[in-house]
């Protein structure tokens, strides 16, 4: 019941804040509310929303309603998403493998391996060369390390509805995990989720801030 009480009070939120946006935003945020709340509903009935999965190239499962946001079809060709990449086998909580939630930050040396990457804004694709060469020694460790597992997070910046940053998100995972695979990591191993803009490290309301929220993180498992 408790996660079914935390679900009512985010809906209320969401609800209260409509009253200061535009009659499009509040119409946004409130069928974001409808959708968090059917979320919670089924949580209690173990129903399981951790885990936005690519499929393939053109299908990252992502919110529904208008919220879904294409792949670019000329930034996918520049990095190479030229094949279909399965699901992992086992989903979180099976054979041994936690639910994300159990993911830990890399400490230590690892920190310094998965770093976070940033995004431009309204953009999914990686184009910093140091962002590249993170993906790159993400690849290596993973390929050297068989027992890790990966969870990518995509988070977004407060800009726009929530259902739009949560599918932005998803984007941004799922564009990592992409490249990974491409780089020879086993897709068995890596999973996504999206916080869209529900987890900000700057508070702030500049571009400095956005800048900051605009991220993918990691987090493992080492079994």
């Known amino acids: 019941m408790k996660v079914f009480y935390l679900f009512i009070i985010g809906t209320l ?7 200061r946006n535009s009659d499009t935003s509040s119409w946004d945020n409130m069928k974001t509310a409808g959708r ?25 499962i992502g919110p529904k309603e208008g919220d879904f ?9 520049a990095q190479g998403y030229d094949k279909a990449y399965p699901q992992p086998k086992f989903s ?19 920190a310094s391996v998965f770093e976070q990457i940033h995004f431009d804004s309204d953009d999914y694709v990686i184009r910093d060369r140091q962002d590249i ?19 990518i997070a995509g988070n977004c910046d407060e800009r726009a509805s929530a259902g739009y940053n949560m599918a932005l998100g998803t984007r ?39 800048k900051i929220n605009r991220r993918a993180e990691f987090k493992i498992f080492e079994r």
Not at 69 to 77: A, V
Not at 133 to 151: D, G, P, R, S
């Open 13 to 19: 939120t969401l609800l209260t804040g409509c009253s």
């Open 36 to 60: 968090y709340m059917g979320r919670g509903i089924d949580s209690l009935f173990g129903k399981d929303y951790d885990s936005y999965l690519v499929e393939n190239d053109d299908g990252a």
């Open 69 to 77: 946001i294409p792949l670019n079809d000329k930034d996918l060709k």
């Open 92 to 110: 979180p909580g099976e054979n041994g493998i936690p639910q994300l939630t159990k993911f830990q930050t890399p400490s230590g040396e690892l």
């Open 133 to 151: 060469a993170t993906v790159q020694k993400i690849a290596a460790y993973m390929k050297h390390h068989e027992n890790t597992f990966l969870c």
């Open 172 to 210: 941004r995972a799922n564009s990592i995990r992409v490249l990974l695979i491409k780089n020879g990591v086993d897709f068995n191993r890596i999973y996504t989720i999206s916080y869209g803009k529900e987890k900000p490290l700057a508070l702030g309301h500049t571009q400095a801030d956005w």
